[in-house]
């Protein structure tokens, strides 16, 4: 397989979950964002892109993790489909994608990504203001645990972890400790800090 990639992209999320996994990978850097080769590879030039065994190009990193994991159900990172803790694993899952990544993205934009004149100042602390209630929910649910679903890290895990890595550079997380200290874990992972040692997740 190989695996299309830019650092401190969602293509992080998957070479974390492709890591625990084992699952040798061919890890070659995309084009420049906006160029023809970039959208040969994704319809709208996005990253991560997987080109699986078959020659097949698959796109969109949760979908791409949860793929990965069902194919080696031996490895336990994500439950079995149809069962209970799969249903209560993806959950969580969409939560996180749903409700806390918009709005991590959306201040991103306005304070770093967009050029100045195009940003809007206001949508930063209402952004804020909106993340702050998915991730007390967050918070209430990783207390004490290691893991969200189960007692080992699963894809949820990782993509969570990811997530508030990117969360915690913005400075969201100064009122859940919690969420600091379950990060925190799970980027002490020997296959987290192998690859997040010069770049860290998003």
Known sequence: MKLYWRPQTRASRVEWVLAELEEP?????????????????????RVPVLEDDTGTLRFESVALCTWLADRHPERGLIPAPG?????THDQWLMLAVTEVE??????CLHT????????????????????AAPLAVLERAVEGRAALVGD???????VLAAMLAWAGRQGHLE???ALRTYRDRLLQRPTARRLF????PC
Request: proline share 17%; aromatic share 4%.
């Open 152 to 158: 080992r890290p699963q894809v949820v895990d990782l």
């Open 175 to 177: 009122g859940f400790p």
């Open 83 to 87: 069962s209970p803790e799969r249903a």
């Open 102 to 107: 918009p709005l991590l993205d959306l201040i």
């Open 197 to 200: 040692a010069e770049a860290p």
């Open 25 to 45: 990978v061919e890890r070659i850097l995309a084009p420049e964002s906006g160029s023809p080769e970039r959208l040969r590879l994704h319809p709208l030039g």
């Open 112 to 131: 770093e990504e967009l050029p100045p004149a195009e940003r809007n100042a206001a949508v930063v602390p209402w952004a804020a203001g909106r993340l």
